[in-house]
Structure formats: C-alpha cells, structure tokens
C-alpha cells in the first residue's frame, strides 16, 4: 500500500530533521520525506497540516496482562490503546501467569501480537524460573524465541549469589538484565516514607530500599561486567548514584515512569487508591531530581509503565488496592507536559521516547535496529502524527485501554495533557487514525 502523509511538521530527534513536508511511505518503508516526486500515487492520504508527523512512540515498560489476567487487559485491548498513544514498539515484562520463562510462552505471545498488526511487542524473558529468584531460565533458548533482555519484573532475587550468577550468565553472552532497583525487605510498604505516609498511617518504603539494592547492583556490575538496565527510578539519591556509575563508566541505562515524574507524595491525597502505585510517588524534591536527570541525559528513557488494574482491585483501600496505572496512552501527554514545564526543545522530548528507547535496547530488537525509532528514507514506517496544540482530559471515555484507571484523569488531576494523536503507523500500516478534527 502506498500512503502519503501530507503538510506536517516532520521531526526526528536522530538525526535532527525538523521541517514542514511530506512523508511518503511504499509498502512498510518510508520512501520519500519532505519533497515528494509527483510520479508517488498513494492509494491513502493523511492531511498533517497542523500536526507533529514524528518518529513511532517507543515504550519499554507496558504489561499486556496477557496470559492470565485477561480480566484486566487483553492483548486486543492494550494493543489498540498503545496505536491509541501513538506507540508503535513496546516492551513487556515477563509477570504473566504463568511467567515468560519458557520459549513457547514467548513465541505465543508475539505471534498473537504480530496477527493483531497494532504495535511491535518486544518481550522480557524471566530471569529465573517462575519468577522465583532462585533457578536460572534457558536465557539462549529464550533470547532465541524473542526475548530482548532478562527481568524479574517486581519479585525479588533475595540471594545475592543468584543474581550475580545471572549477571555473570548474561555478561557471557552479551545479554542486558533489566533490574528494579527495591530491596525485598525494606521495600514492603505502600508509599513513600514521610510526613504523607505518616499522618495517613500507610506502611513506609525509605529512599534507603532503592539505594540499597543499586548499591548491590552496581557492586556485581564492577565483579561481572554485566550491562543492565535500571527501571522506574524513583528517587533524587537513587539518580545520584545512576550519575556516578555512569561517570565511572559502568554499562548501565535507566528509565523513570510517567508517574514518578509529574506526580508527588502529596497528590494521595484522602487514601486515593488511584495514586496506589510501584514505586511509590515520592517527595517533589525526588519529582525534581527526576526531572533534571531526564533533562540532562542521566535518566534515558520516559516510559509509561502502564499497568491495568481491574475496578475490583483498585476500589480498595489505599493500603490494600493493588499498584498500578494505565498509561500507554498518556505516555505522549506526559512527555510534552514534561518537555513544556521543562523548556525542552520538541526534539529532546520526543528522544526520550523514541530514539533513546532503541539506544537502549541496541541489537535486541535485530533488523529493525538500524531504523527504529527515526524517519528515513528506506527505513521503517513506524510513525506518530499527533496535534501538539490539542489538549485532552484522560476519563473512562478517551481511554481505549480495559484499564481505566489512572492518577492523570481529569478528576483526580484537574488538568488536561498536551498532544492528541492523529495517526499511528506500525510497518506502513495504519494502525490508528482518529476522526478528523473541526477546524
């Protein structure tokens, strides 16, 4: 199929496009951009007059909850909300039920996602069998069958000694480990700790529970030489930290949700269960740490760490209400609140979740890995036309996502994100594209 993408302001972080033109894609390649030979006859149009025409959204942490908790999202679900949101690859963590630990769970899971032709799906295999920090899995079998690095998504490894024998496995083989930094004993709270959580009577998770376990981390990194990636920081000591070992040299990424970036401590307001999440929002001086450090480079990635919960499950009380949020549609919302209240140039928001999120995964993601993420010519068409001036309320209505819930809706919020997509393409093919807008 031939498409033409019409009038839009091309950007792509990359390589430093940013102009008005066109964008013209044969097939699932991107054939032309800015000056379109009139010989094109595309068999669809899209008018982007107005409109962002940028790179596909890149997530590296969105749960699927696909197999085994399909009462909070199916596959069919959350993969439309991710074209919703305008992202075109995402990363899924292996806490399925069962886990992602074997090499036919995870061929599964991306042939359902490649018949669905919404989005790229790129799973994390499980680092030990069952999630259950003790017996490493198969890591070649399952990088074999898809798997872009290793994770225990949030159960502990509580054996020093088997997690650095996983890191010694992956460093062998040149695999990346992907480790939230949270010490199992310290880290069994439900918010932050501090004046918030104590004069609401909540169990308190210390800053010490991260840097804690990114001390451990970093002491194995230096004995192994494995490269790991570090999610959903969450604190400004835990960033300090992140800054030294990458001074030092150490092969470690990092990555901040939407969540621990806009939001505070105090937003829990009266036990808001909507604000039950992991890692707990911390104080605005971590807020503020987190941002300048994805400002600065030092955090790499934004990501949306988009979690559905059930009704049954989040209308709890706060202490009971199981963590989490939907976010794969706000992911470019929070990415442009940031970049605005930040005063960061479109193009250093728009790295954060594209560019950089492939930087991150490197080879893992094979052949796509030399044009993943950026428009160019004979690369390919993964592309995310939004309106940088619309603004949206999130609500029940506007999500696509089986999660409805979520700190950013209007009503616990009280304000509106910037940036409303217009078309999704995923390899050429439009995966989304809204009603046209009244102008």
């Known amino acids: 199929m031939k498409l033409l993408i019409k009038n839009g302001r091309l950007v792509d972080p990359a390589n430093g496009l940013d102009r008005t033109g066109d964008l013209a894609i044969a097939g699932d390649r991107i054939v032309a951009i800015g000056e379109v030979s009139r010989d094109f006859q595309p068999e669809h149009r899209i008018d982007a007059a107005g409109c962002v025409v940028a790179p596909g959204l890149v997530d590296l942490a969105a749960r699927l909850r696909e197999p085994g908790h399909e009462h909070e999202g199916m596959l069919e679900s959350e993969l439309a909300a991710a074209a919703a949101g305008g992202v075109t690859s995402?990363?899924?963590?292996?806490?399925?039920?069962?886990?992602?630990?074997?090499?036919?769970?995870?061929?599964?899971?991306?042939?359902?996602?490649?018949?669905?032709?919404?989005?790229?799906?790129f799973p994390l295999g499980a680092l030990t069998r069952g999630l259950a920090g003790e017996a490493l899995?198969?890591?070649?079998?399952?990088t074999e069958s898809g798997c872009v690095g290793f994770s225990q998504a949030d159960a502990p490894i509580v054996n020093?000694?088997?997690?650095?024998?996983?890191?010694?496995?992956?460093?062998?083989?040149?695999?990346?480990?992907?480790l939230r930094p949270q010490d199992p004993w310290l880290g069994k709270g439900v918010a932050a700790s501090g004046a918030v959580a104590t004069?609401?009577?909540?169990?308190?998770?210390?800053?010490?529970?991260?840097?804690v376990a990114l001390f451990t981390i970093f002491e194995l990194m230096r004995a192994t030489g494995a490269r790991v990636h570090l999610e959903r920081l969450s604190s400004a000591a835990g960033v300090e930290l992140l800054r030294r070992a990458k001074a030092e040299g150490l092969p470690v990424t990092a990555d901040v949700s939407i969540n621990s970036l806009h939001l505070t401590d105090v937003d829990i307001g009266f036990f808001n269960s909507a604000y039950r999440l992991a890692p707990p929002l911390r104080q605005q001086r971590d807020r503020d740490a987190l941002r300048a450090a994805l400002a600065d480079g030092t955090i790499d990635v934004l990501v949306s760490d988009h979690t559905p919960v059930d009704s049954d499950e989040k209308t709890l009380p706060f202490a009971e209400a199981t963590p989490g949020a939907s976010g794969l549609e706000l992911l470019l919302g929070a990415a442009l609140h940031w970049g605005e209240?930040?005063?960061?140039?479109?193009?250093?928001?728009?790295?954060?979740?594209?560019?950089?999120?492939?930087?991150?995964?490197?080879?893992?993601?094979?052949?796509?890995?030399?044009?993943?993420?950026?428009?160019?010519?004979?690369?390919?068409?993964?592309?995310?036309?939004?309106?940088?001036?619309?603004?949206?309320?999130v609500g029940d209505a506007?999500?696509?996502?089986?999660?409805?819930?979520?700190?950013?809706?209007?009503?616990?919020?009280?304000?509106?994100l910037p940036g409303r997509v217009r078309a999704t393409l995923v390899a050429g093919t439009v995966a989304y594209e809204a009603a046209a807008p009244d102008r």
Do not use: N
């Not at 496995?169 to 990346?176: E, N, P, S, V």
């Open 137 to 142: 899995t198969e890591m070649a079998e399952l």
């Open 341 to 393: 209240h930040a005063k960061q140039p479109l193009a250093t928001t728009l790295a954060r979740v594209t560019c950089d999120p492939v930087r991150v995964l490197g080879a893992a993601v094979g052949t796509l890995a030399a044009s993943a993420g950026r428009l160019i010519e004979g690369g390919v068409a993964d592309v995310c036309v939004f309106d940088p001036g619309a603004r949206w309320q």
């Open 199 to 211: 004069r609401l009577g909540l169990s308190g998770v210390p800053v010490a529970a991260e840097t």
């Open 398 to 416: 506007t999500l696509v996502s089986q999660g409805k819930h979520t700190p950013f809706a209007f009503e616990h919020s009280g304000f509106e």
């Open 90 to 121: 995402l990363v899924c963590p292996p806490d399925t039920d069962p886990p992602l630990d074997e090499p036919g769970l995870v061929e599964m899971l991306k042939f359902r996602a490649r018949k669905l032709s919404r989005c790229r799906v």
């Open 160 to 178: 020093t000694q088997t997690l650095q024998r996983a890191l010694q496995y992956a460093a062998t083989f040149g695999y990346t480990v992907w």
